[in-house]
C-alpha cells in the first residue's frame, strides 16, 4: 500500500497521539493490568493486558515513521489541513521520558508482585529432586504393578499397597462421641489405611433411634469415606449379600471360583453415605431396628434351646460337656461344617433365584458345599462363628470352661475378617472372640482394641 503523504503522516500521527494518551491514562485497577516479564517470561496480572517494552518499540517505530514521512523529498506535495500538529503537541522527550517513567514503574510493581508471590525475579524456585524421584519411583512401581497383574486395575494396585482397615460399630460410635479429639485419628488413618466399611456396621448405626445420632454417625463415615472410591476406601455389603453374591459365583462354576476377585461392594450403601437420602428418616430406622432386634432375639434362641435338648444326651453318654472352643471345634468341625453350610449354601441359591424372579428348591450335594467351604474363608468364617455360638450357649460346661459370650452381629462381623488386614473394636468381648476365630478360619487378620490402635499414632 503505498504513502500519500499528508494521509501517511495522519495515520501514523493518530496512532502515536493514542499511544501516547494510552500512556498518561493511569491504570484502572483490574481492567488494566500489565503484563510483567519475570524471567524471561510475560505474566498477565488482569482481564486486559499492557506490555510496556512492546509499546516503548511500537511508538519509536511509529515516530520514525512519521519522521520519514515528513522528510520525504520524493513524496507528492500535498496541502497540508489547518489542524494542529499531534507531535507538535507531543515532543519526542516527553514521550521518551514518560515511557521511562512507566518502565521504572513496572520494574517496582514487579518487586511487589514477586514478594507477594514469594518468586524470585532472579530465578525460578528448583524442583525438589528428592520429591521429583519419589514420585518417579511411585508411577515406575505402579506401572510395574499393573504390568505383573494384567487382570487388576489402578483401584487394586491402592488396596494392595495399603492395609485394610475396618472398623467395628462400637469405634465409629467413639470416633463421634470424642468430636474433635478424632481428628488426628482421622487425618492418619486417610494417610496410612485404606478403609473398608461393614455393610453390617453401617446398618447397625442407621438403626440407631435419634435421627441427630444417626446424622453425626454418617458424618463420621463421610470423614472414613472421603475421596475417590475405590481409591482410598470402599464399602461391603452385609454379610447376607456377601455371601449370596460368593455362593451365586461359586455355583456358576466350582472348579473356577475364587473368592477374592468377586465383587462383593455395595454400591447402595456407597450412595447412602455421600447424599443421606434414608438416614434422617426415623420410621426407616425403627423399621430396621426392629429387624435387627428380632434377628439378634431369634438366633440367640436357637442355641440356648439346643443346650436343654442336649442335656439329656451328655447325661445318658456320661459325656463331659468341652472346656475349650478348640475342643468343641475339632469334634464337631465334620459334622456341623458341612450341614450348617449346606444349609446357608441353599438358602442362598433361592435367594439368588428370588432376586431374578424365580423359585427353586435346590438340594446341593455336600461334595460342592465341602468345595466351597474348603475355598471361601468367608464363607468360613461365618461358619465358625456359628460354631463359637453353638459351643458358648450350647455346648460348654458353665463352671469351669472358656467363655466367648459375643452376640450374633458381633459374631457375623467375622465375614469381614477375609477382607482386611485390622479389624479394630472397642468391645472386648467381640475382641476376644475374633481373635480367637482368625486361628480357625486361616487367616491372618489383626484384631485389636481400639485403645491399642489409636496408641501406635
Not at 477382607?419 to 487367616?443: H, N, P
Amino acid at each position: 500500500m503505498e504513502c500519500d503523504g499528508a494521509g501517511c503522516r495522519r495515520d501514523a500521527a493518530l496512532r502515536l497521539a493514542h499511544v501516547a494518551d494510552q500512556l498518561r491514562k493511569p491504570c484502572q485497577g483490574a481492567v488494566c493490568q500489565p503484563r510483567l516479564p519475570i524471567n524471561g517470561l510475560v505474566v498477565s496480572a488482569g482481564r486486559r493486558s499492557i506490555n510496556f517494552i512492546e509499546l516503548y518499540f511500537f511508538v519509536l517505530i511509529q515516530y520514525s515513521t512519521i519522521q520519514r514521512a515528513s522528510n520525504s523529498e520524493d513524496m507528492p506535495m500535498v496541502k497540508k489541513p489547518n489542524t494542529a500538529n499531534v507531535l507538535g503537541a507531543v515532543p519526542t522527550d516527553d514521550i521518551v521520558e514518560e515511557l521511562k517513567r512507566r518502565i521504572a514503574k513496572m520494574d517496582e510493581a514487579k518487586a511487589t508482585l514477586a514478594a507477594i508471590t514469594r518468586q524470585s525475579t532472579a530465578a525460578l524456585s528448583p524442583k525438589n529432586p528428592n520429591l521429583s524421584r519419589a514420585k518417579e519411583a511411585y508411577w515406575r512401581r505402579r506401572r510395574e504393578w499393573l504390568a505383573e497383574n494384567p487382570g487388576k486395575t489402578v483401584e487394586d494396585f491402592y488396596r494392595e499397597n495399603r492395609r485394610v482397615l475396618t472398623f467395628d460399630t462400637s469405634v465409629h460410635n467413639q470416633l463421634v462421641k470424642i468430636g474433635a479429639s478424632s481428628n488426628p485419628i482421622y487425618a492418619t488413618i486417610k494417610s496410612q489405611y485404606f478403609f473398608r466399611l461393614a455393610g453390617l456396621s453401617f446398618e447397625e448405626m442407621m438403626s440407631t433411634p435419634q435421627a441427630a445420632d444417626r446424622l453425626a454417625l454418617l458424618d463420621g463415615c463421610r470423614r472414613l469415606t472421603a475421596g475417590r472410591a475405590g481409591r482410598s476406601w470402599d464399602c461391603l455389603n452385609p454379610p447376607y449379600e456377601v455371601l449370596r453374591i460368593l455362593i451365586a459365583a461359586h455355583a456358576t462354576d466350582p472348579a473356577k471360583f475364587q473368592w477374592l476377585p468377586v465383587d462383593v461392594r455395595s454400591g447402595g450403601l456407597a450412595h447412602e453415605i455421600r447424599t443421606g437420602e434414608l438416614t434422617a428418616d426415623d420410621a426407616l430406622a425403627n423399621l430396621q431396628r426392629t429387624e435387627q432386634n428380632a434377628s439378634i432375639k431369634s438366633y440367640k434362641a436357637i442355641w440356648v434351646d439346643l443346650r436343654d435338648k442336649l442335656d439329656p444326651i451328655f447325661a445318658a453318654q456320661k459325656i463331659p460337656r468341652p472346656k475349650t472352643f478348640g475342643e468343641a471345634f475339632e469334634n464337631g468341625r465334620s459334622k456341623l461344617f458341612s450341614g450348617i453350610g449346606k444349609g446357608f449354601y441353599d438358602a442362598g441359591l433361592r435367594f439368588d433365584a428370588e432376586l431374578r424372579g424365580e423359585k427353586i428348591v435346590p438340594d446341593t450335594d455336600i461334595a460342592t458345599v465341602q468345595h466351597f467351604i474348603d475355598n471361601c474363608p468367608p464363607f468360613r468364617a461365618l461358619l465358625c462363628a456359628c460354631l463359637m455360638s453353638w459351643y458358648n450357649a450350647s455346648l460348654r460346661d458353665g463352671n469351669n470352661s472358656e467363655k466367648f459370650a459375643a452376640g450374633r452381629n458381633d459374631l457375623f462381623m467375622a465375614v469381614y475378617l477375609p477382607y482386611c488386614d485390622v479389624f479394630v473394636t472397642r468391645d472386648a468381648e467381640q475382641e476376644s472372640c475374633l481373635r480367637e476365630l482368625t486361628k480357625y478360619i486361616g487367616i491372618e487378620t489383626e484384631v485389636m482394641s481400639f485403645d491399642a490402635f489409636t496408641s501406635e499414632f
